[in-house]
């Protein structure tokens, strides 16, 4: 399965790419890529539920605090 979000506020390319590392590194996610120009993060997991969603949000929001992450 493969899910969209939209990433609000993300300001440093850096940052996208240690957000993105950490959303590779949670269980269940088999692929995780951000689009730091698009502001868009497209994750591959075998299962993507309300617990991946948060998770996801929680790896993200750890490097950019202030970052929203929308669901597509």
Same mark, same amino acid.
């Given at each position: 399965? $493969?899910?969209?979000?939209?990433?609000?506020?993300?300001?440093?390319?850096?940052?996208?790419?240690?957000?993105?590392?950490?959303? /590779? &590194? *949670?269980?269940?996610? $088999? +692929?995780? $890529? *951000? =689009?730091?120009?698009?502001?868009?993060?497209?994750?591959?997991?075998? +299962?993507? =539920?309300?617990?991946? *969603? &948060?998770?996801?949000?929680?790896?993200? /929001? &750890?490097?950019?605090?202030?970052?929203?992450?929308?669901?597509?």
């Amino acid at each position: 399965m $493969t899910k969209l979000f939209k990433l609000d506020e993300m300001d440093c390319a850096v940052c996208a790419a240690k957000a993105e590392k950490k959303v /590779q &590194k *949670i269980s269940g996610v $088999t +692929n995780a $890529t *951000i =689009d730091f120009m698009s502001q868009r993060l497209c994750v591959e997991a075998e +299962n993507i =539920d309300d617990a991946l *969603i &948060k998770a996801v949000e929680e790896a993200v /929001q &750890k490097v950019e605090p202030d970052c929203g992450v929308l669901p597509l």
